[in-house]
């Protein structure tokens, strides 16, 4: 299950992966806000998200920004990234939980323009109150795994 658990969230992630940036410039990417091309997030996260690649490519080693538009009532389950999660709140507010079990009364809310980086492996939570969009901005491979595997949305192989 740990060998293939890397696999299928690659594969989760080659959707968004195949979104490129609007417009590059001698080697620029300039990205306006209304050229953002949305489209469902990855299988891995819980459905109801948009994501938008803007640079790189999530699913290979290197550096890549990636846009999550999150929508009210949205939540994530306790879960880790295998990379370091630097995270830019865009818009709304994000709440954000420590720890292996979800509480929302202990979800620390962050509005627009809060940022936050945790370390790979670092357990946590997510739990939007209102429409929400944050920036990822980090080196790839990324990926989640959540603490309790139930929790995974991916329909599981028979």
């Known amino acids: 299950m740990k060998i293939a658990l890397p696999t299928l969230m690659i594969a989760a992630l080659a959707g968004v992966a195949s979104t490129a940036p609007a417009d590059t410039m001698d080697g620029h990417t300039i990205i306006a806000p209304q050229e953002i091309k949305w489209a469902p997030a990855p299988a891995v996260l819980p459905p109801g998200a948009e994501a938008a690649v803007l640079f790189g490519d ?4 290197g550096l890549f920004a990636l846009r999550l538009k999150l929508p ?3 939540s994530v389950p306790p879960h880790m990234h295998p990379v370091d999660e630097v995270v830019t709140v865009i818009s709304g507010t994000f709440g954000l939980g420590m720890g292996e079990t979800a ?4 979800a620390q809310p962050l509005p627009a323009g809060s940022f936050f980086a ?3 492996g670092e357990a946590h939570y997510v739990f939007i109150d209102e ?7 980090t080196v790839g491979p990324w990926g989640l795994t959540y603490v309790n595997p139930e929790d995974d949305p991916r329909p599981k192989s028979q």
């Open 118 to 120: 945790l370390p790979p």
């Open 103 to 106: 509480d929302q009364s202990a």
């Open 72 to 74: 009210e009532g949205y």
């Open 131 to 137: 429409e929400t969009v944050i920036q990822i901005s």
């Open 58 to 61: 999530p699913t290979k080693e």
